[in-house]
């Protein structure tokens, strides 16, 4: 393992970006300009969108934070489209709105539109806070964006791509069950080939016995969340991913924690937040995973230029 700070000109240039594409119309995107790259992704989590109105009445620190919701996707949306190069997907890990509406569904779509027409696909997951079925009926009107159901009455799917396939699952409201186990299982063992990274909105929550076998990669800013309120049937997951050797990673979001631990060889990484830190020293921001043969490098985009998390880049080997 080793972490790459960005040199302070890329860092300029991302921050830069931002600014100076604020406003898809106006101009040209980097992304629209450039090549696609087929090894490129960016991982979104916990967005939480919904209007201001929608928390009248809350207490001031839930109101002030309703305000950064919609701007702060929207920014990582434009650093999405201000990449060098265009990735080949985008990925959001569940809470993609607060309370399941449509009015919301519709302001989350909106507010990614820029993505979408930069030609960048984006894949959803839900996440306790989202409404499956108002977040598949909503994605299905929205060209270039997809919710999509390969098993039982889940969202659920598998996202090839050349240097490995993405396993997209749906924990909603917070267990996987039996029956989707056991198709990542199926789906796993069809897709053997090749590196496997799997995607679930709730963080992992271990037995004991397993939690001792984890190795931290990164640190979180602040102390580190309790891991209750994550998958229940955590042990069962487990199981599948952990005797799978072609599985080389697990993103999971919900604690609104950058954080990376490794189990057996599998990396387990906690995505930040879009929308709001639970606790203050956690940045807000985004990933982006480049695949290499024989691993892949994760790039912190930290919407404060100052946080400590700001521009790290890590690599994760696969061996
Ligand atoms: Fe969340
Ligand atoms: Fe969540």
């Known amino acids: 393992m080793s972490i790459h700070l960005i040199p302070s000109s890329r860092r300029r240039f991302l921050a830069g970006g931002v600014v100076a594409l604020s406003g898809f119309a106006a101009r040209r995107s980097v992304a629209q300009e450039s090549a696609s790259d087929p090894h490129l992704w960016a991982l979104l989590a916990d967005p939480h969108v919904a209007p201001e109105s929608a928390f009248r009445g809350k207490e001031r620190r839930i109101v002030e934070r309703a305000k950064r919701l919609v701007p702060n996707l ?53 996440g306790n806070h989202d409404d499956r079925s108002r977040l598949l009926e909503r994605a299905s009107r929205a060209p270039g964006v997809e919710a999509r159901s390969e098993a039982a009455d889940r969202i659920v799917s598998v996202v090839p791509s050349a240097r490995a396939n993405w396993f997209l699952l749906d924990s909603q409201p917070g267990t996987l ?17 090749r590196p496997a990274l799997v995607m679930v909105h709730h963080n992992i929550n271990p037995s004991l016995e397993v939690g001792k ?10 102390p580190y969340h309790q891991l209750s309120g994550g998958l229940t ?9 952990l005797g799978r050797r072609h599985v080389k990673a697990v993103f999971t979001a919900h604690k609104h924690q950058l954080r990376i631990h490794r189990i057996d060889g599998v990396y387990f990484v906690f995505q930040p937040a879009v929308g709001f ?43």
């Open 74 to 126: 929207e920014a990582a949306c434009r650093g999405v489209v201000a990449l060098k190069s265009r990735p080949a997907g985008v990925l959001v890990n569940g809470d993609c709105v607060e309370f399941g509406t449509a009015e919301e569904y519709d302001l989350f779509l909106k507010s990614i539109s820029g993505i979408v027409r930069a030609g960048v696909p984006v894949r959803l997951t839900p």
């Open 177 to 193: 069950e039996r029956s989707q186990i056991d198709w990542l299982a199926k789906a796993l063992d069809a897709h053997a080939d």
């Open 213 to 222: 076998r984890a190795k931290t990669i990164l640190r979180s800013a602040a």
């Open 233 to 241: 049937d955590t042990d069962e997951f487990l199981k599948v991913v």
């Open 277 to 319: 830190p639970f606790a203050e020293p956690d940045a807000t921001g985004w990933l982006t995973l480049r695949l290499l043969e024989g691993g892949a490098a994760l790039e912190m985009h930290a919407f404060d230029s100052r946080h400590a998390h700001a521009g790290v880049r890590l690599d994760l080997p696969w061996s």
